[in-house]
């Protein structure tokens, strides 16, 4: 059973909503990671942390922001929904020492209309 | 030119096949090797992981690197229609350790 949780795990909002899509883990990892995924395409790094008060911006540019004040929450807002918002995010976290693996979440599916 | 380019498919074996997937990277920093597997509708889940050039065997997997080729493969024995899923391999860079990752193989094993 996955012990990193995404919720929702789908969304339909309107265009220009305030959203936040939630991920916790229960490892406590330092390492979390959103990936913006598109069907049938690569996984894109959009922001990570190394751990408390610890964020970075990712390969992709992304118009959300993350906060990370506790360990296990790792949460990502987009303050105004677009359509080109559409996709799949993906939330993940690792730790040193076990071959740099991620354990994944099972994403949020988010469509702006 | 991306990073890690991995063959697209989608590949289509029947039951019982060997299936041989595929990656080529550019970056030479790259020292650790994974292989995601992925189900519709989930998230990916580590599969196998290699640090080094040669082979590494996990029951019907096997994870194959080849670095002075920047090649990587990931083979299947005895293909289960269970084996059915996006295939995605991935290195970690950079101080956080991101993964970089292809695009995945999507493969169907037919009973």
């Known amino acids: 059973e996955a012990d990193i949780y995404q919720t929702p795990r789908y969304l339909v909002i309107g265009t220009g909503k305030k959203i936040t899509l939630e991920c916790s883990q229960t490892m406590g990892h330092d390492k979390m990671y959103w990936y913006q995924q598109d069907p049938g395409m690569e996984l894109h790094l959009i922001h990570y942390?190394?751990?408390?008060?610890?964020?970075e911006k990712g390969d992709l540019s992304s118009e959300s922001t993350v906060s990370r004040i506790r360990t296990e929450h790792f949460p990502l807002t987009l303050e105004s929904a677009r359509p080109s918002h559409t996709s799949q995010y993906l939330c993940?976290?690792?730790?040193?020492?076990?071959?740099?693996?991620?354990?994944f979440g099972s994403g949020t599916r988010l469509t702006v209309v | 030119q991306k990073e890690v380019e991995q063959d697209p498919g989608p590949l289509s074996v029947p039951e019982g096949a060997i299936v041989s997937l595929n990656c080529t990277y550019s970056?030479?920093?790259?020292?650790?090797f994974m292989w995601y597997r992925q189900y519709s509708r989930k998230g990916p889940e580590l599969l196998m992981y290699?640090?080094?050039?040669g082979n590494k065997e996990d029951g019907r997997f096997t994870a194959q690197v080849d670095k002075s080729s920047k090649y990587i493969s990931l083979f299947i024995r005895d293909s289960q229609p269970s084996d059915s899923a996006t295939y995605l391999c991935a290195m970690p860079s950079g101080s956080a350790r991101q993964l970089t990752f292809g695009s995945g193989t999507q493969l169907t094993v037919l009973p």
């Open positions: 970056n030479s920093a790259f020292q650790y």
């Open positions: 993940a976290s690792s730790v040193e020492g076990e071959g740099y693996g991620y354990t």
């Open positions: 290699t640090y080094s050039s």
């Open positions: 942390s190394y751990g408390v008060n610890s964020t």
